[in-house]
């Protein structure tokens, strides 16, 4: 069974930074590309930001693009996101999330297999 564990999250002003950290286990975790997911009250999950395998291919959503960087250590199975600049509609709660199978699109949410338990993050202005 894939478990997911998110950490990192909090209370942060406008401007500042974060990082979230996602330790997973339950499968051979370099075999499998990983996202992040975030969800704000009222709204629908949204795709942040993804990785691969390797971790030598990102992707983004525009509206973090050159704030949030995504990378991940296989060594240690985690896959970590540092949030910069932040801004306040970047509050939500955020999700680690792991595909279903290794050929699943990280971004696709109806392709996302397991989900950890989110984390909160909320920017004041």
């Known amino acids: 069974q894939v478990q997911l564990v998110e950490s990192g999250g909090g209370l942060v002003q406008a401007g500042g930074s974060l990082r979230l950290s996602c330790a997973a286990s339950?499968?051979?975790?370099?075999?499998?590309?990983m996202g992040w997911f975030r969800q704000a009250p009222g709204k629908e999950r949204e795709f942040v930001a993804g990785i691969n395998w390797s971790g030598d291919s990102t992707y983004y959503a525009d509206s973090v693009k050159g704030r949030f960087t995504i990378s991940r250590d296989n060594a240690k199975n985690t896959v970590l996101l540092q949030m910069n600049s932040l801004k306040p509609e970047d509050t939500a709660v955020y999700y680690c999330?792991?595909?279903?199978?290794?050929?699943?699109?990280?971004?696709?949410?109806?392709?996302?297999?397991?989900w950890g338990q989110g984390t909160q993050v909320t920017v004041s202005s």
């Open positions: 339950g499968r051979t975790f370099s075999n499998y590309g």
């Open positions: 999330a792991a595909p279903l199978t290794s050929r699943s699109y990280y971004y696709r949410r109806d392709m996302i297999g397991y």
